[in-house]
């Protein structure tokens, strides 16, 4: 007979052990974007420039005129039912011309600034690591270039090559640069020195690779900001160039051009300048909003929320 079995003694009780959850790590992008979101004026730049984009790019295709339709029996008529912007001295739909105005002007700033931005970081990205000679002869071009009336440089570009919309992006981009070189190259001799830099100097890294991956990169967020404030800048440039009538040419028109044509006859005929001005200094005011909130989001030293 098998003797009975021990008793089996009670588990010793375990208190429930509560772990606390890891903080999520975060990003500066992340940081940046909450912080861009919690700016109203930046957002509702944003989204006046999208407004702005899809407005003058898909509009003209619901329009029922064209920018060169002349219809002398419209000679200068006001806003109405049939003519929202009312017409010009050709009898030209405005709002029709406003949107293909709009796409000039936009791709000015747009095409001219991305000329800027890749002459600029490429300039002030080799200038600031380099250092040296090469830092000394490369910065005092450009002293030497900002010394030159820009808007005059651009003007005898202009009228040397010919006046078309290509060598407008190229002419106003090429005079654009040099604030981006100096902006960059400040940058990039600070981060020369930081140890990540170092790092990939000791792994026997080439200099080209070091400027592209490592500090390029890593000056994105000043170049992002100042790259806002370019676009007006250059819009505005292009509109002074337009009113000066070195801009693009008839039949086709930008918000500068139409701006000087209502100039002219701004006592008679006051929408001709007023609605043009108007979609000119919302979209500068939208992209200078946009860059106020982006500088504001991307500084390191803000406060997290």
């Known amino acids: 007979m098998n003797p009975p079995a021990a008793p089996i003694p009670d588990a010793p009780f375990v208190p429930d052990v509560v772990f606390e959850e890891a ?33 003058c790019l898909i509009g003209p295709f619901l329009s029922p005129y064209t920018y060169d339709a002349q219809d002398l029996n419209q000679y200068a008529k006001p806003p109405g039912a049939q003519h929202w912007f009312g017409t010009d001295k ?50 005092r071009i450009v002293d030497i270039l900002y010394a030159l009336p820009f808007t005059i440089f651009v003007i005898l570009l202009m009228v040397f090559f ?6 407008l992006f190229a002419a106003i981009g090429a005079v654009e640069w040099l604030t981006m070189a100096r902006i960059v190259r400040g940058q990039v001799q600070s981060l020369r020195k930081m140890e990540f830099i170092e790092a990939a100097i000791a792994l026997g890294l080439s200099r080209r690779r070091i400027i ?23 819009m505005l440039l292009e509109a002074f ?19 000087k044509d209502g100039a002219e006859v701004m006592e008679e005929f006051w929408w001709m300048l007023i609605i043009p001005g108007l979609f000119l200094s919302l979209t500068l005011f939208s992209l200078n909003f946009l860059g106020d909130g982006l500088r ?10």
């Open 23 to 55: 903080e999520t790590g975060t990003s500066l992008w992340k940081d940046a974007w909450a912080r861009l979101r919690k700016n109203k004026m930046a957002v509702f730049g944003a989204g006046t420039l999208v407004f702005m984009a899809l407005f």
């Open 90 to 139: 050709l009898g030209r739909d405005q709002l029709t011309r406003i949107m293909y105005g709009g796409r000039i002007s936009l791709a000015v700033g747009i095409c001219a600034t991305m000329v800027s931005l890749t002459i600029g970081v490429l300039w002030g990205a080799v200038a600031g690591y380099a250092g040296g000679k090469l830092d000394t002869v490369m910065m």
């Open 162 to 167: 010919g006046r078309n919309i290509i060598l």
């Open 212 to 234: 592209l991956r490592h500090m390029i990169p890593n000056v994105l967020g000043p170049v992002m900001v100042y790259t806002t404030l370019t676009i007006p800048a250059v």
């Open 241 to 259: 160039l337009s009113f000066l009538g070195l801009g693009v040419q008839p039949p086709m028109s930008s918000w500068g051009s139409m701006i």
């Open 296 to 305: 504001d989001a991307l500084d390191p030293k803000a406060s997290k929320d």
